[in-house]
């Protein structure tokens, strides 16, 4: 069954494809993205740890997005750069991190590649770079010996229910499946009022983030 996806993020994925044959994004990646995109709130984006720059283009295509802006600590080199989108090259753990907020921002399969020790820097500058909804998504109880965990680049850290209520206080949440190991996908918006970490489906997530949408 051929994958359907937002216009948006076929466009970019298409792009991608030309500009890089060899390389194939697996569809349970283009499926997350087509999820990620649908969370978008308000007029501006950031999108951390961009990659080969599929989810950062798709946003700069779509009707609402006015600005975005894609940022990570070196560029891959099979990134497709995108007009009108503004590149800042830096670390989520730089001290100075003082980027501009964005009504979302997006972190997207990077804090699993930091070590325990570096959440809260990072959330913290994540959070301060948020004026509307952070979306941050992870693997999920992810077996152990973790992947390439011995080797630069690998991930560095699990994520069960515990720690991911622990990091996300007054988040929701729902999975992506994917072969072997599911994403879990995080928000946190102003005008979700959790009192505790939630798991809902993912269309009750939808619905929720739809209805912080049509505030002011």
């Not at 609402?64 to 940022?71: P, Q």
């Not at 099979?78 to 979302?104: C, I, P, W």
């Amino acid at each position: 069954m051929t994958l359907q996806l937002g216009p948006e993020l076929d466009k970019a994925h298409t792009e991608f494809q030309k500009s890089s044959s060899g390389i194939k994004v697996e569809d349970p990646d283009l499926r997350r993205m087509d999820f990620a995109l649908q969370l978008m709130r308000g007029r501006s984006a950031l999108d951390v740890g961009i990659a080969w720059g599929l989810m950062t283009n798709a946003l700069a295509d779509m009707h609402k997005a006015r600005k975005v802006t894609a940022l990570d600590i070196s560029w891959h080199s099979k990134l497709v750069r995108k007009k009108g989108v503004k590149y800042v090259q830096k670390s989520l753990l730089d001290k100075n991190f003082n980027l501009e907020r964005h009504d979302t921002v997006y972190c997207m399969e990077v804090i699993e590649h930091l070590n325990v020790a570096n959440n809260e820097d990072a959330l913290a500058n994540l959070r301060k770079s948020t004026r509307q909804r952070l979306v941050v998504t992870v693997p999920y109880l992810e077996p152990e010996p973790l992947w390439w965990h011995d080797k630069p680049g690998g991930h560095r850290q699990r994520f069960t229910l515990d720690k991911l209520s622990e990091m996300f206080p007054t988040g929701v949440a729902t999975f992506i499946p994917r072969w072997g190991v599911d994403w879990v996908v995080v928000v946190e918006d102003k005008d979700i009022k959790s009192n505790a970490f939630v798991i809902l489906s993912q269309n009750n997530l939808l619905d929720l983030v739809a209805n912080a949408n049509e505030k002011i």
